[in-house]
């Protein structure tokens, strides 16, 4: 079984954007109220979506699962406040619990959270709850940038975040460190604030020292890691100039890297620096890079091709595309099971 | 001849930062003047810094010059204003000519600008000048984010920085395009904001078209280019979906990458990605990463091995190691040899 652990619903009807447009126009009138408005979708407009992309690609690629949250762009954090984002964040959860329960063999939902810059994250408990408790989600995507792309929010190791860290811990699921949309002209989304939330989070932890406080806290550090991989030497060398103990003890029992890396030498240097047990198969298609490259004849995003080549053990790549994804999304076995039992 | 174009002056005598300390406090006493205070600094305790630490890693590593500029995280562009940033530029520039003119055959300038956030970056032109025509410096150190780590200055490709531009044209010198500290709890300076500046700045020029503009302009990238070597898939297909040309026509008779990065796996896929006529040797040493690698006994930022290493041909690397360096600081040749007529 192959499962895509990063995946975001970018092809969601056209009425999503219509609402998303509204609260945001709204935002400028005061008598203006946000509000949990019916977005009149249908189960066909949503199977035309899905089955013209995600799906389309899951067969033609040869993977089996997406773990699907919302588009990560589109959490947008920073505009509006709490109460937008909540209303918002209830939106999309409950369009991709609509899609997993149209495909409960090819998606299982992850949710966005209603954060919002300075607000405390216990805000968000209650959504996490319902997501994970009543929708059968069994991750979330924590953003470590609600202002999109000026950092204002405390570093992840610190108290302010501790609230969702133990709901974390005590429904037993991961998160997905994923920023959203960049609001800063000097910080491009996909090809800078992406890859620099990555990075900073990673140095973010090893600063801390989160996981003694939470030894079976999860992270899955996406697109590959941002810089992390390429220049793990570098983050070896910072550790030990802190003093902190060697990086497979002092954060990879905890800190997990996905795939989403668009060519082959970016493959091959992730699995020959990171161990293949903190390696989830990702490709968040249908995601950044749309096109095909030229070089290979495949999409960009196409990275089962690149794990498929790299010379690693038949067991190693077992334990990328299925099984570190069962043991990082404790839930995931049990929703299966419940879905296929229909 | 093995050039590293990527040193910085980080064992100054203590006289240097007690100066900024005494500029940084009198900038809370209302009567205070910024001034240009004598530091009082010996050649001899220049000698004492220099060949304990920089020319001894020379000596050991088998490198014959470094391009050397101000210690980078001290630039410390958001701190105090314009005159502030004039003074202690003018100074750190002074000291590295002081270096320079005791080590003719091992260092040659690079100089920091007296850039401020939210100034005109003309200010920075005159002391550009000076250090290139009178102080014999072959480069410069521009910081894309001046206000240390919250990006408030518009991208590299605006007309705001065309100043600046139309000086390194004139003046034929490249710039490294290099942050200084941050000042933002949120991101770690060496760990995050160094990767997070090259990767955000090779972003800017993928959406600009800046070389159409000025097509002899160069600029090196450091720290092996952030995330972009790594995500080398990723950009092209950006530039890709973006209509932009390939990037070997876009960005790569302009922007060059060094080689900090210090480990093994990253250089091989440095050196694997990028064409060897766009890479540059460098160390950073004296620098960010200080210690031994466990794993190979030698200092991680002992880049030189790495190189050595990896299965290009002669050719190539000396390309790497000194060709390029000629051919991206043209003024260098001239410097060197001014410098051996004494």
Redesign the interface.
Known sequence: MIIDCHGHYTTAPKALQAYRDAQIAGLKDPSWKPSRAALGISDDQIREGIEGAQLKQQRERGTDLTLFSPRAAGMGHHIGDATVSQYWSEICNDLIHRVCRLYPENFVGVCQLPQSPGVDPKSCIPELRRCIKELGFVGLNLN??PSG???????LTERWWYPIYETMVELDVPAMIHVSASC?????F???HY??GD??AF??L??GDLFKDFPSLKFIIP??G??V??????????A??MKKPLLSEHLLRNVFFDTC??????I??LT??IPADNILFASEMVG????I???TGFN??DTKRYIDAVPLSAAEKKKIFEENAFRVFPRLKATLSAARRG
Chains 1, 2 share one sequence.
């Open positions: 470590p940038d792309g000026y950092w204002r929010e405390p570093p800063n002209p000097a910080v491009h996909t090809g800078a890859m620099n990075t900073t140095m973010q090893i600063t697109h590959g941002g810089a991989p390429y220049h793990w030497g570098r983050y070896r060398g910072l030990q100039d890396v668009y060519h082959q030498p970016g091959d240097l020959r620096v950044a890079v749309k096109g490259d030229p070089e960009f995003d």
